[in-house]
């Protein structure tokens, strides 16, 4: 339960971080973008990094680090460019491929059980976000469709390798060494394609760094308490914080179908936890 939560609330703070992306974009290199993301990241965490130097000088498992730092880079680099590029609603679907690529990775090297629960919800969800978004891909450039699928694969990859991590190192490190070796290679590319942004661009851009700062760690948080797995499949909430946002921003009201796809997605998320409640109350009274 505190592992989907602390997933829960990382979830509907990056999906507020997309919709300003999404604003900034329109004016904005995508590399632009991301180097004021790790830049306001790496800011803040300079105090945590000061007192925990000789921690982040010896990390363990570092080749997991480096994969993990390449992933998050083709996750955030591409997922930029596809939501930017494509309808909203194609880009959301698209990036939705991350759990079932999580669920693939993390059974093969992680090797979690995936039990035939897991399986039934992974793709009962998946239909939900589909009756929702139902993308097309009519208007869309096949090349910045490809984008999308690389985005969620480099999340995943990204996403197995912080469960891994996250059981021997501490969250100071996670965060230290993505905010820092992202930020060094958005910026050469920055300093080319430098555009200097308006005050009201300027504060979106610390938002975007300072919400997905907060989200990134509760997000990390979340994979010490449980599998990346069962926190993957939480990404499809992200679809109904979508909704609730279009509704109170953009006054987008919500159609037949997309109530029912909503309703789907919030069962697939429900039956894990009443399923391993369930459990967990048969193995306490064991003749119920």
């Not at 590399?31 to 800011?43: A, D, G, S």
């Not at 035939?116 to 992974?122: G, K, L, V």
């Amino acid at each position: 339960m505190k592992g989907i939560t602390f997933a829960l609330i990382s979830t509907a703070l990056f999906t507020i971080v997309g919709v300003f992306v999404r604003q900034l974009s329109a004016d904005y290199d995508t590399f632009q973008i991301l180097f004021f993301r790790q830049l306001i990241f790496m800011l803040l965490l300079i105090p945590a990094i000061s007192k925990n130097m000789g921690v982040l000088l010896k990390p363990n498992k570092l080749s997991l680090h480096l994969l993990r730092i390449i992933g998050a880079f083709i996750a955030l680099y591409f997922g930029f460019i596809t939501v930017s590029n494509i309808p909203f609603s194609d880009a959301i679907a698209l990036g939705f491929l991350q759990v079932l690529f999580v669920a693939l990775i993390a059974r093969f090297v992680l090797a979690e059980q995936i039990t035939s629960t897991r399986t039934f919800t992974i793709v009962v969800g998946f239909i939900g976000v589909m009756m929702v978004v139902r993308p097309t891909f009519a208007e869309s450039n096949s090349l910045y469709v490809l984008s999308g699928v690389i985005a969620a694969l480099g999340a995943a990859v990204a996403v197995v390798c912080v469960r891994k991590v996250a059981q021997s190192e501490p969250k100071i490190t996670l965060m230290a060494y993505q905010a820092l070796a992202i930020g060094l290679i958005a910026l050469i590319p920055t300093l080319y394609l430098w555009r200097t942004p308006t005050i009201e661009d300027f504060m979106l851009l610390l938002l975007v760094g300072i919400i997905s700062s907060f989200a990134q760690y509760v997000g990390i948080s979340a994979y010490k308490w449980t599998q990346a797995n069962i926190i993957a499949n939480v990404e499809y909430v992200k679809i109904i914080y979508s909704l609730i946002i279009g509704l109170v921003i953009f006054s987008e009201i919500p159609d037949l179908w997309s109530m029912v796809g909503a309703f789907i997605i919030l069962a697939s998320a429900l039956i894990p936890l009443i399923w391993s409640h369930y459990q967990i109350t048969n193995e306490d009274n064991p003749k119920c």
